[in-house]
T-cell receptor
Framework: EAGVVQSPRYKIIEKKQPVAFWCNPISGHNTLYWYLQNLGQGPELLIRYENEEAVDDSQLPKDRFSAERLKGVDSTLKIQPAELGDSAVYLC????????????FGPGTRLTVL | QKEVEQNSGPLSVPEGAIASLNCTYSDRGSQSFFWYRQYSGKSPELIMSIYSNGDKEDGRFTAQLNKASQYVSLLIRDSQPSDSATYLCAVISGGGADGLTFGKGTHLIIQP
């Protein structure tokens, strides 16, 4: 079974530029999460989707961050404009309704904002 | 504010010894508890989950939960150099598919 796929794996941009990250969850997983992990910290939840519905986006900085999961499968997380403090690893995770609390993480996208 | 606290370490343990990792959480209503292992530059990997007070064993790993003390621990027996990693404690407060609240992680070093 293929795991969670994320792209790109690495991204370097200038501040104020836009950036987008893509996630393809494990086949059949209805729940999708985006987490942010700063160096030396644990991941922090940004947004959770149940199918195509964002059921928890309370931690998503909505002034510059947006996310979508239009068909309830793939998801895109966007930052516009990026700031220096956005440099981090962005992790996508997915889960299945039969094991709702078990989350499988993708490899992450390491973002560097210069 | 839901918090999960861990000693960031590093925790250095000789090969073959028992490594003991500890975690406390603030939300008394928390239902599900997890230990993830994260190698440098890699994503978190689930190694143990525990839901009830007491011990849960899986191979060389034992998770311990004490809800009254709001305390979770992970024991690694017969530690191997390959166990060197950061161990993240994570909690789900509401149950089900809620997002995980992670601690900062404990950096474990197994000395050959």
């Amino acid at each position: 079974e293929a795991g969670v796929v994320q792209s790109p794996r690495y991204k370097i941009i200038e501040k104020k530029q836009p950036v987008a990250f893509w996630c393809n969850p494990i086949s059949g997983h209805n729940t999708l999460y985006w987490y942010l992990q700063n160096l030396g910290q644990g991941p922090e939840l940004l947004i959770r989707y149940e199918n195509e519905e964002a059921v928890d986006d309370s931690q998503l900085p909505k002034d510059r961050f947006s996310a979508e999961r239009l068909k309830g499968v793939d998801s895109t997380l966007k930052i516009q404009p990026a700031e220096l403090g956005d440099s981090a690893v962005y992790l996508c995770a997915s889960g299945h309704r039969d094991l709702p609390d078990t989350q499988y993480f993708g490899p992450g996208t390491r973002l560097t904002v210069l | 504010q839901k918090e999960v606290e861990q000693n960031s370490g590093p925790l250095s343990v000789p090969e073959g010894a028992i490594a003991s990792l500890n975690c406390t959480y603030s939300d008394r209503g928390s239902q599900s508890f997890f230990w993830y292992r994260q190698y440098s530059g890699k994503s978190p990997e689930l190694i143990m989950s525990i839901y009830s007070n007491g011990d849960k064993e899986d191979g060389r790993f034992t998770a311990q939960l004490n809800k009254a003390s709001q305390y979770v621990s992970l024991l690694i027996r017969d530690s191997q150099p390959s166990d060197s990693a950061t161990y993240l404690c994570a909690v789900i407060s509401g149950g089900g598919a809620d997002g995980l609240t992670f601690g900062k992680g404990t950096h474990l070093i197994i000395q050959p």
